[in-house]
């Protein structure tokens, strides 16, 4: 199950690139590219975050982990938000700056992938939860109901449309992963959807209580 998994999970960030290098010209295949890449370097922190939740979670702290889960879910939700937000306001002058005058075209399907970068980031804690608890079925339904639509709305709309209509249907994609995998959590714990995208005060105190117990536990520990 965990390879089959990764196997869709790989084609479920990688399969657009196929249907943009055959519909489209190299130079947006190019541009395209380094959007998705721009895109996943926002998944480093998550899979930091996901590597530590695993184990916990397996460890069996299930009812604990599930709060936290949540509370990293909706922190990461936030700082993206406020990161993309940035990346929106200057991205049509800095990509070009950054990457060369011949990646112009990246800043609209950037901002079309937005939403998928915000869906995916708030998800890794989740499925990491999942995983710990053996729920792997769980992570694979959601991703595969996102690849059917990548699939299909990659073959009708980026002939059409071309890299714009990746970007989108990328986004829908995960945006239906999301919905799949907080309706699951927030029915077997009885959470508001608030509770996933609603970074509130009390948030900041559980993390720095959460730091404070970390560093305390390995000052005991050395």
Request: proline share 3%; glycine share 10%; hydrophobic share 50%.
């Amino acid at each position: 199950l965990v390879f089959a998994g990764n196997v869709v999970y790989f084609l479920l960030y990688r399969v657009d690139y196929l249907f943009v290098e055959k519909y489209c010209s190299l130079e947006q295949l190019g541009n395209y590219i380094q959007v998705s890449k721009l895109g996943h370097l926002f998944f480093i922190l998550p899979t930091i975050l996901a590597s530590a939740v695993f184990p916990l979670t397996a460890g069996g702290k299930g009812g604990n982990m599930a709060e936290l889960s949540a509370l990293l879910s909706r922190t990461l939700f936030f700082i993206y938000l406020l990161a993309c937000g940035v990346l929106v306001i200057t991205g049509k002058w800095l990509f070009p700056f950054a990457f060369g005058e011949s990646f112009s075209e990246m800043y609209q399907p950037f901002l079309f992938l937005i939403p998928g970068i915000l869906s995916l980031s708030g998800l890794f804690t989740l499925t990491a939860y999942f995983a710990g608890k053996g729920q792997v079925k769980t992570n694979i339904i959601g991703s595969v109901y996102a690849l059917g639509i990548i699939l299909a709305g990659d073959f009708i709309f980026i002939p059409l449309y071309g890299i714009n209509a990746a970007a989108v249907v990328s986004s829908i994609g995960y945006m239906v992963y999301q919905a799949y995998i907080v309706t699951v959590f927030k029915k077997e714990f009885n959470m508001p959807l608030s509770r996933f995208f609603l970074f509130r005060n009390s948030d900041i105190h559980q993390i720095k209580n959460g730091i404070g117990a970390l560093l305390t536990k390995d000052n005991r520990v050395s």
